[in-house]
């Protein structure tokens, strides 16, 4: 089966450092990540995404994610964060040949910006 | 608007009553999606719709809950006999069943249900 880790509940960031939110990911065959945020009161939104070709995607906002498929991992990070940066990130996975059509969330990392 | 809606926004009910929740899709998206997200929780799964295809119920919690979609576009999800547990943020999306695999969800707003 599979399925998503976001080890970290909360991550804690100084406005201007760089922020990484971990994303761990088990499945049978070629994955399809994504990244999505949820800003306090509003609805989730997509930011990037890695299907195929380079490793290092780039999407909304200047984050960016890697794709590591020795690791099973596809972190999400930022060079330099802003405090509007603060939301709930979601990582998700989905594998074409589990037969399956749904797509699994992680259970969400709080990402807090400190000015 | 161009995004996925969603109705109502808010629904209080007894427990024991049933509830019915509306989402209308963007227009073209073959591939509709129900979530349920609990307070600080992460998504739950919970049905799938794609095209004229078998809906994918895997993540129905009981067969209180039921969802069906007619004419390939607006999508209702049906509580009967509702719990206390059953109280959430039901989040609805779609994406271009294009390519299917690989296209990015967009959620809408979601409903809020309490049940007292």
């Known amino acids: 089966a599979q399925s998503v880790a976001q080890p970290e509940d909360q991550v804690n960031v100084a406005e201007g450092n760089p922020l990484t939110v971990k994303c761990t990911y088990s499945?049978?065959?070629?994955?399809?990540l994504f990244w999505y945020v949820q800003y306090p009161n509003r609805g989730l939104q997509f930011l990037l995404k890695?299907?195929?070709?380079?490793?290092l995607v780039k999407g909304s906002y200047g984050f960016e994610a890697e794709f590591n498929k020795s690791q099973t991992s596809f972190h999400l990070k930022k060079p330099s964060a802003l405090v509007s940066d603060s939301a709930l990130y979601f990582c998700?996975?989905?594998?074409?040949?589990?037969?399956?059509?749904?797509?699994?969330f992680g259970a969400g990392t709080r990402l807090f910006v400190k000015a | 608007g161009a995004g996925v809606s969603q109705s109502p926004s808010n629904k209080v009910t007894e427990k024991g009553k049933d509830v019915e929740l509306r989402c209308d899709p963007i227009?073209?998206?073959?591939?509709l999606y129900w979530y349920r997200q609990s307070l600080g929780q992460g998504l739950e799964f919970l049905i799938y719709?794609?095209?004229?295809?078998?809906?994918?119920k895997s993540g129905l919690p009981s067969d209180r809950f039921s969802a069906e979609r007619t004419g390939g576009s607006v999508s209702t999800l049906t509580i009967q006999r509702t719990q206390q547990e059953d109280s959430a943020v039901y989040l609805c999306a779609s994406s271009s069943g294009l390519a299917e695999g690989y296209n990015e969800q967009f959620f809408g707003p979601g409903t809020r249900l309490t049940v007292l």
């Open positions: 719709f794609q095209g004229n295809s078998a809906p994918d």
């Open positions: 998700a996975v989905r594998a074409l040949n589990t037969g399956g059509f749904k797509t699994i």
């Open positions: 227009s073209g998206h073959t591939a």
């Open positions: 890695y299907i195929t070709g380079d490793n």
């Open positions: 499945v049978s065959g070629n994955p399809y």
